[in-house]
Every structure is written in structure tokens, then in C-alpha cells.
């Protein structure tokens, strides 16, 4: 009895994401290398682990458990107690009780892991060069999966049955490969295969090799990846980046690229150490980092643009490509035409991309889930999202308040997304693409469907946005039948309740928030708000002032249209008559505004970053959205601080609203453009004014109020020169300010807001339109 002596027992719950990551076989690992005994297995939402040993080995098993834990895991919340010592013979990986084990994380799809790429390149191993090689910590997750349980039956794996050493890697709890549900070989797992563009078997030794040949000639080629085809090219290559662009009818909008390294991108790119952080980070997203002037690639892969998306490889694939091509720079794009969702299916993407691509190179592992690329950048030392989605998604967020029933959040119409909310946990849908395009629309309705399944999550309440025509909206009500809760939900409010979740902000902030187009409370176009309030309130403090939106969403494409509205609100007449603009049409343009036909009111921060852009004559018309506010942010990161433009906030009523006049502004830049001001000159003052109107208002407000926490939110606040001088000048007045990190502040974040929003609304309110609105609408009285 004296090997007892000061030994313990303790039982030990770990919540979070701890199930299909690879938890329990590091807990074996771990119990096994420090000699406790005792077991683990899975149950409802988290791990349980009873232990035992000395206490001295417990505690370093608790501390390594926090610190250490497998790579895609989540500890949310540990807790222990003391049990009473039984004296167990070994450690063990118990079964799980399916009765109570709950629903399995399912993990984003993982860039390839050191240990596997080590394998990979090992001629002495048996995975030698094998493109779909995986273990517990890497590979393929949400894009095979097909239903719940995660098991290897259902996912698209099912139709490969494991060899004999493969089997025995996948039942040994102590090999990486334990319970690794896509793992194979080449002899029981998928291949690759080259096509032509017709569909024919192009026979070779190597496909990998011979992909590489032909792009090394000039052709452009459609690859298989994790969540979809890319269309590839050599980025080198002037004429083939130009084919490209001419076949997959996209004129100017930039292409990432993927090169083999970060050695490799650091010859066409500057990376800072978070950037580089980035790039090699499990997730794999593209950065966006600035050009190099010496760069070697084509300047048809971003035309004008100082920054280019890179990527590095994180599929077995990608890496043999890049060792048949060490030192190439590859565009790796969304495989579809135009803005279509980015093909998944084998027969689709043959169809949809045979007229595009030279050859394909392909494989016989479907692909269940579509997931485009995630999208990021590091804006004044911040990760700021473009597109979440291949890496991060399904990864829940924690909340910071409680869900108070199952809620489905269904986004907005352009940058779908959607979440899944329970208690203090969201699932947030990868990128599913504009829903109004019928494809995404599809996968937008099968994926929620997969969603609920797999986590388990049948929504009582599905949150939408006010906009009667989005799809997404729609869907909403279509689901009204099933006896679920609709709330409708400001856009705008949703936008500054997403950067508040986030950031697990509880109390009443101001919300910043600038986009492009959001339906408002009084039927206007919004898009330049100050909101005060919280997740179950909302004012609108302030905003930019009105202006005809002649023909609609014509004048997205076209801002010479919002530039003309523009200057006749500003001067009272049309004395903007630049020759470029054709005169009939500027003409039709007038007649509508004169007739007030189809020209809705818009208060749209995105439209005056468009009207500017048309004003100082640097872009009249778009070929992809928020192409002209790229452009005048890029022109305005060339200069200094170089003087302001004047404005006024018309504080002339006791109460809120405050309306930010524009029109000092509009003719203060139609001055400096008709005396030949360079349109460099002209962006840097209107963002410098911009950030004065911000600094402004949000004291004002903060007067009124006694707010002091600002939140920045909105497609407008994807300008990094723009956020980085608010957040500066707001610091410098001693405002405590927010921003995103998680979700982008474009609408792929709107489904967080909304699911927060809906979690401020008691079982007892009304779900029809009109209550919740009001609900949404009411006011945050200022400080006396």
C-alpha cells in the first residue's frame, strides 16, 4: 500500500472546442508520459477526465492541459474536483456515451502540419508524396463533412475504405491519425487526375508534374482544392494573366497569388512580423501586403493597386506543385466566372470553367461543403478580416451574453453569411458569396441545414434584416410556418452590435458606422450613421446628410451619377459638366432628379467616398464593388496630412438627430478640381476630413450622452487609412474605441450583430415587423 502514499485523484470537465480535435488522444499521451492513471471520454459539450497519481504530476497535467492543448482546440472553461483514490492500473480513452455526448465540433479545414509535410517529402515513408496525406491536426474538416455524428461514414471519405495500416493508425490511440476521419493512403485513399478542358484523361506518371509544365508554357489551369476549384496561372506571365482575365470576364478586380514560402513572398511583398504570423498560421488565409516596387509579377494580377493578396500552400497538392516550381508566383483565384460562387462540383466546375481553363487538375474526393479562401489583413497592428471563411469557419465565437432560445442569424444579401447561436456560443457560417445569385442562394439553404444538423441546433428564433426583398429575408419568412420567431433587425444596429459581440462589450457605445447601402428605419438608403445604444436599443445620433441616389443601385456602378446629385444638392445647379460624361446621359440623369424618379434618398458614406472619387475625376465608373474608394484610398496613403475640407453638423434642434452637411464639402472639392488640384491632393483632404467628422460627432454625442465607448463598424471601415486615423484621433480625446478582429466589418459580419440583437429580445415581444422595429428604434435618453 506504500506506492499510494500522497497520491490524489481528481476529476477534471473541460468545455469548449474539445471533441473531433484530437483532445483525448493528447490527454492519453499526456496522462501516459507523466504516469497517471485513469480515463477520458467524451460527454455532452466538452471532455471529462478523472486522473490520478501524484499531486506534483497533477498539477503539471492541469497546467500542460491550459497551455499546451492540441492545436485546433478551445478551451473555454476548465473546472476540477477532488475524487477519492482508486488506485487504477493504467490510462485509458473510454467510449463515449452517445446518449449524452452532445454534438461534435467539427474543425475548419487546416493547412497542412509540419509532421505531415515531413512525411510528405520523406522518401522512407509510406505517405511519400501522397497529395491528400492528414492526421488529427490538419487537413480536410467542414468541406466533407455530410452529416452528424462526425464520423468517417459521414463524411465524403465514406466511399474509401481504410487499408489494413491505415486502420490500425486510425484505432491507436496514441498515433496522430486516431479517429483522423479523412486519413488515407495511396493505397486505399483518393488520386489525382489530369483533364483536359473537354473532359479527357490526360495520361502521364506524374499530374502535379505535368500541371506544372503546362503552366510554366503560358495555360491556364483549374485545380481542385479544399472547398472549391481555383484558376491557375503563372503570375510571371503578362499574356496569361491577361487570358485569364479575358476568359473569367473580370477586368480589374486583383487576383491573389500563392508562392511556396514566406522567403518566396517576401521577394515581391514587405511582411511584418504579424503578417508573416498570418500567412503561416494554421489557417492559411490570404494576406493582403503591400507591393515591393522591384516586385516581379505582372502588374495585371492587381493593376493600381499598392497591395497584393498572398497565400501559401496548404494542401499537400499545393506543396508538390510548388516543388515542381520552386520559385514560381502562381495566381491562385476563385474558379467561376465574374462574381459567381466559386465551383465545387466536379461535373459544374467542368462545365462552368472548361471555356476558361486549359486543363484540370482534379481528384476523386467530392467536396461537400463549398468554402472560399478567408481574407485578411493587419490594420495598425490589428488582424482586420475581409472574408472569414476556409480556416476559420466553423470556429464558434463565445458570446457575451446568453442566447435565450436556439437562433438562426441569416445575414444580409451581399457577403453572405449566417450563424447558428446557443447559450453563449455562435457558428459562423463560412463566406457563401451575394445571395442573389441562385447558386449561392442553394448553398446558403443546404448549409444551414448541415449547420443545424451537425451542431445540433434547431432554431426557435431566426433574426433577419429589415430589407423585404434580400433573399436572405425571405428565407426568413418562408421558415414562419415552423412555428419560429422572426425579428427583423435594423442593418445598421446589427453592424454595431457584431463589433460589440466581438469585443464582449456589454454597455451602451456609440456605433461609427459606414457602408455602402443599409435599408434604414424611415425607408431611406443609410450608410453614414451614429447610433447610441446597446443589443436591445438603438438611436441614431447623427448621420451624413441625404442625397438623391439617381437610379438606384445603377449609381453604385456608375458614381459620375451620385458626384452629379452631389454637387446640384451642394450648389443648387448642374455646373459640373465634365466632357468624359456623356452628355444624353447626363442629361437622363438630371430629368430623373429634376422628376424625382427612381432616385432614393441615400445618407451613404460609401456613395460619398464614389461621389468624391467621380468629383476629382480619379474613377467615373466600377467594375467591382468599392472599386472607386479603393482607388481613393490608395491615392490618399501617398501623401501627408495636407489640410482639411470644411463641413458643418447642423446641431440646431435640442435632440437628436444631428445631420453632417456635406454640401461645404462637395464644393469645396469641385473648387479644388476644377483648378487642377492633383486627385491625390483632393483624396487625402476628404479623408482627413472624414476622420475630423468622426472625431467630431462622437463628441458631441459623448456631451450628450456620456458614452465613451465608440465602436467602428461597416464595409467603409475596410479602408485601413481611414480606421487608422479615427482610431487615433478618438484615442487622442480619451474615447475608448473598438473595432473588428473576429468577424469583417463588412455584412459577413452582420449575422454575429444579429444574433446578439435577437439575445436582447424577451420571449414575450412581438416578432411582427412594426414591434420589433420600434423595438429596435427606441431611444437612449442623453444625460441630463
Known sequence: MGRFFNMERRAILVRGVVQGVGFRPFVFGLASRLQLRGFVKNQSGGLQIE????????????????????????????????????????????????????????????????????ELFNPLDRRYRYPFLNCTNCGPRLTIVTGAPYDRERTTMAGFRLCPACRAEYE??????????????SICGPRLELLTHGGETIECDD?????????????????????????????????????????KMRDEKPFAVMVKNTDAAALICEIAPLERRLLTSPRRPIVLLRKRLSQRVSDAVAPGNPSLGVMLPYTPAHHLLFDAMPTAVLVMTSGNRSDEPIAFDDSDARERLGEIADLFLTHNRPIHVRCDDSVTRIVANVESPVRRSRGDAPRPVRLPVNLEAPTLAVGGQFKGTFALG?????????HLGDLDHFQAFRAFENDIRLYQQLFEIQPRRIAHALHPDYASTRYAKSRADEGIELIPIQHHHAHMASCMAENSITEPVIGVTFDGTGFGTDGAIWGGEFLVGDYSHFRRAAHLRYVPMPGGDRAIKEPWRIALSHVRDATGETRWRPPRIDAASRRTVEQMLDRKFNTPDTSSAGRLFDAIASLAGVRDRVSYEGQAAMQLEWLAGTLPVDGRYPFQVDSSSADFPLMIDTRPLIRAVLEDANDGVEAASIARRFHSTLVQIVADVCRKIRQATRVNAVVLSGGVFMNALLTTEVVEALTADDFRVFRHRIVPPNDGGLCLGQLMVAASVKGDESSQGESRRSLSCASVSPAK
Not at 496514441?174 to 483522423?180: C, E, K, Q, S
Not at 506544372?212 to 503578362?238: P, W
Open 207 to 247: 499530374p502535379i508534374v505535368e500541371f506544372a509544365g503546362a503552366l510554366q508554357s503560358g495555360h491556364i489551369g483549374a485545380m481542385k482544392g479544399l472547398g472549391g476549384y481555383h484558376l491557375v496561372c503563372d503570375a510571371h506571365n503578362a499574356a496569361a494573366v491577361a487570358k485569364l482575365r479575358t476568359r
Open 172 to 185: 491507436d490511440p496514441t498515433n496522430r491519425r486516431f479517429h483522423a476521419q479523412p486519413t488515407a493512403c
Open 51 to 118: 486522473v490520478e497519481g501524484e499531486a506534483p504530476s497533477l498539477d503539471s497535467f492541469l497546467t500542460e492541459l491550459t497551455s499546451r492543448p492540441p492545436p485546433l482546440a478551445q478551451i473555454d472553461r476548465l473546472s476540477w474536483q477532488p475524487r477519492p483514490f482508486v488506485g487504477e492500473a493504467k490510462f485509458r480513452i473510454e467510449p463515449s456515451d452517445r446518449g449524452a455526448s452532445g454534438p461534435i465540433f467539427i474543425s475548419p479545414d487546416v493547412a497542412t502540419c509540419d509532421d505531415c509535410l515531413a
Open 422 to 430: 446557443r447559450e453563449r456560443q455562435a457558428f459562423l457560417s463560412h
